[in-house]
């Protein structure tokens, strides 16, 4: 099979580095801490370049396939599981830690494997909400596949729910997009969420 691609635009600089690190010396102060002592001294340039690699990421290319024949009759599905990334809540700017299954039926192409990976984290590298996430990842993995069929679930862990508030550390969020042969109550929609569990099995 011949592997087809083209390059991700790369993304525009957003961090502004010594501004950030100025901002988090002046947080320091703020809470009553010495940003001065041995153990804080170089604290905000560290938290700063944290940003920057964190909102700067560069995912590669997303969008490789191969040309792919399917076999008469054949009503081939792919699912990948277990990819997991930390993302930041855009609302207390804690971290979450979500677990992503993605399936696609093939429409004469199929995804390199790696860019499963590479499209989930070009969403997790932002301030986001896991809804969101969950629904660009299908918008990009069915635009890079050409297939309408395609499903996300995602479980989350949010720091901003285990840390704070409820403090309730065993709480978990389930998100789904089912697109196409997917959607609304069809088996193969089941079956993926059914995959997705913990040790699931179709």
Same mark, same amino acid.
């Given at each position: 099979?011949?592997?087809? &691609?083209? !390059? ?5 600089? *957003? ?5 950030? =690190? +100025? ?15 041995? $153990? ?8 700063? !370049? ?17 040309? *792919?024949?399917?076999?008469?009759? &054949?009503?081939?599905?792919?699912? #990948?599981? $277990?990819?997991? #990334? ?20 093939? =429409?004469?192409?199929?995804? +390199? %494997?790696?860019?499963? @990976?590479?499209? #989930?984290?070009?969403?997790?590298? *932002? %301030?986001?909400? *896991? ?6 990842? @299908? @918008? ?13 679930? @995602? ?19 389930? &998100?789904?997009?089912?697109?196409? =042969? ?10 993926? #969420? ?5 040790? +699931?099995?179709?």
């Amino acid at each position: 099979m011949t592997p087809h &691609s083209t !390059a991700a635009p790369a993304p525009q600089a *957003q961090v502004d580095v010594p501004l950030v =690190a +100025g901002i988090y010396r002046q947080l320091l102060l703020a809470l009553g801490e010495d940003p001065d002592r041995p $153990g804080l001294k170089d604290t905000p340039e560290r938290v700063a !370049a944290w940003w920057s690699e964190f909102l700067d990421h560069e995912p590669g290319r997303t969008d490789t396939v191969f040309a *792919q024949e399917l076999t008469a009759g &054949s009503d081939q599905l792919v699912v #990948v599981r $277990g990819i997991t #990334v930390w993302s930041l809540c855009e609302h207390h700017l804690m971290p979450m830690k979500l677990e992503i299954t993605i399936g696609y039926r093939p =429409a004469g192409q199929v995804l +390199g %494997l790696s860019k499963f @990976a590479r499209i #989930v984290a070009a969403h997790a590298h *932002q %301030l986001q909400v *896991q809804e969101r996430i969950v629904d660009g990842v @299908a @918008a990009d993995t069915g635009k890079a596949t050409g297939s309408p069929d395609v499903g996300v679930v @995602a479980e989350g862990e949010h720091l901003c729910m285990s840390m704070r508030g409820v403090k309730q550390g065993q709480a978990r969020t389930l &998100s789904y997009n089912l697109g196409g =042969a997917f959607g609304g109550d069809s088996p193969l929609g089941t079956r993926l #969420v059914m995959l997705a569990a913990p040790g +699931g099995r179709a």
